[in-house]
């Protein structure tokens, strides 16, 4: 691809201790802003990248836009989420955000429309976007302070992080809208970390979390990014404490890792959890205030929601529990489909699972019913039954029918179809100071 060419070539420029790289290394907030700048002129014919934008890029300044719009366009073309990622997932509406207004060349009125947001809301979403980008192609920047063992040549290091979108896939097409609870994530991740922080003399430890905070990530994965980071600042700790922290900023989960004293020098940093995070939407900070070090992992936050199942079959409805286990949603369940306003006045669920085939009521006359009702019109319904009706549960305005039985992959990606509009979304977060618990 011509992107990574591009890269090799300045790898081989940055080896060769080229002066024109000398001269020109910027500041990550200064590239951030010039790549705003390079996006917003991709098509026009006498754009040419600043210096230091194209160093990066690794293009020549003097090259045609075309050679720039086509080594960006594959950047964003690389954040693409594999084809196994949910539908709401946050990964897929930052890459839609870049496409639509950048290699589409759409307005932000136009893609507001597309994604059924606000303007203002495409405008925080857009900023976000972009800082996925920036930081994706600021970490292929070969100065970057990457560990040898994650990335050591620009082939092996496209090797890996293919390799790591591989597992990542894996993980969701085994566990389909699997989100990750922070309080058991940071608990599991000290009682593995506590061996390795004390054969370095440093005491790990960590905040009381707030009982409910889930994020978009599998639970693998985000285990995977805490211990990863207390690993790296325990290795660069002569003694001292690492503290862990969790708390809800707007639509964001902050997750906070302070070690202190950190060895002078570089703040360490680690490829393995910008690439996870990059896939997800996430954003991961490094700060250093003196002898102390703080890592901020910024996720989005996942709303738990409810699921009303309407069928007089326990063991579906058991099976139907255990396929939504370690997902945002939860099952509420009535047999009978008289019972069913007023379950929903007291449970206020975002979906409903119809069977039609219920002990006291016609499901097809309750399907019309709740369409008519003003309490239940604008809740979606989700016809699971062995009755094959899928064009009457269309005319009857089902937002979707699933015919039994129903594979729990099925089943989670109907709930996930049918509840994408109504996915959280981040607002862009900054560091803040590191607060003792």
């Known amino acids: 691809m011509l992107l990574y060419q591009n890269l090799t070539n300045y790898a081989r420029r940055f080896c060769g201790h080229d002066q024109d790289m000398k001269d020109h290394k910027i500041a990550f907030a200064e590239f951030e802003q010039q790549l705003r700048e390079g996006l917003g002129q991709l098509y026009h014919p006498g754009y040419r990248p600043p210096q230091p934008l194209s160093t990066i890029l690794g293009v020549d300044r003097q090259n045609s836009i075309a050679v720039v719009r086509e080594t960006l366009i594959q950047a964003i073309d690389a954040l693409k989420p594999s084809p196994d990622t949910p539908p709401n997932a946050r990964s897929w509406r930052l890459y839609l955000v870049l496409f639509h207004?950048?290699?589409?060349?759409?307005?932000?009125?136009?893609?507001?429309?597309l994604l059924s947001i606000t303007p203002r809301h495409l405008r925080?979403?857009?900023?976000?976007?972009?800082?996925?980008?920036?930081?994706?192609?600021?970490d292929r920047y070969p100065a970057s302070h990457t560990s040898p063992d994650e990335k050591e040549t620009d082939d092996e290091g496209a090797t890996w992080r293919s390799q790591v979108q591989q597992e990542l896939a894996a993980l969701y097409k085994s566990s389909p809208g699997a989100v990750a609870d922070v309080a058991e994530a940071i608990a599991g991740a000290v009682t593995v970390g506590r061996p390795l922080a004390a054969r370095h003399n440093v005491e790990l430890g960590h905040c009381p979390v707030e009982a409910g905070l889930l994020v978009e990530l599998h639970p693998s994965a985000l285990r995977?990014?805490?211990?990863?980071?207390?690993?790296?600042?325990?290795?660069?700790?002569?003694?001292?404490?690492?503290?862990?922290?969790?708390?809800?900023?707007?639509?964001?989960?902050?997750?906070?890792?302070?070690?202190?004293?950190v060895a002078p020098g570089s703040v360490p940093d680690s490829a393995l959890i910008r690439e996870i995070l990059t896939a997800q939407g996430g954003t991961f900070v490094t700060q250093r205030s003196g002898d102390e070090v703080r890592y901020q992992v910024n996720l989005p936050a996942v709303a738990p929601l409810t699921v009303l199942v309407v069928d007089d079959n326990a063991d579906l409805v058991h099976f139907y529990r255990r396929f939504v286990a370690n997902t945002r949603y939860r099952i509420t369940h009535t047999a009978e489909g008289q019972s069913v306003f007023h379950v929903?006045?007291?449970?206020?669920?975002?979906?409903?699972?119809?069977?039609?085939?219920?002990?006291?009521?016609?499901?097809?006359?309750?399907?019309?019913?709740?369409?008519?009702?003003?309490?239940?019109?604008?809740?979606?319904?989700?016809?699971?039954?062995?009755?094959?009706?899928?064009?009457?549960?269309?005319?009857?305005?089902?937002?979707?029918?699933?015919?039994?039985?129903?594979?729990?992959?099925?089943?989670?990606?109907?709930?996930?179809?049918?509840?994408?509009?109504?996915?959280?979304?981040?607002?862009?977060?900054?560091?803040?100071?590191?607060?003792?618990?």
């Open 101 to 113: 207004r950048y290699v589409e060349a759409r307005t932000q009125e136009e893609t507001a429309e």
């Open 124 to 138: 925080r979403e857009q900023q976000e976007a972009l800082h996925v980008l920036a930081r994706w192609l600021w």
């Open 224 to 261: 995977q990014i805490v211990v990863t980071a207390i690993e790296k600042l325990a290795q660069q700790m002569p003694q001292g404490r690492i503290l862990l922290a969790a708390t809800r900023v707007g639509d964001t989960i902050q997750i906070t890792i302070t070690a202190d004293p």
């Open 344 to 437: 929903i006045e007291q449970e206020r669920p975002d979906v409903i699972v119809l069977d039609v085939m219920l002990p006291d009521m016609d499901g097809w006359e309750l399907l019309t019913a709740l369409r008519n009702h003003p309490l239940t019109h604008t809740i979606p319904v989700i016809v699971c039954s062995v009755v094959r009706r899928e064009e009457l549960a269309s005319v009857l305005h089902a937002a979707r029918y699933v015919a039994k039985p129903v594979r729990r992959q099925h089943f989670i990606q109907a709930l996930d179809q049918v509840l994408a509009p109504v996915s959280t979304s981040a607002t862009p977060v900054q560091a803040h100071s590191a607060t003792a618990c």
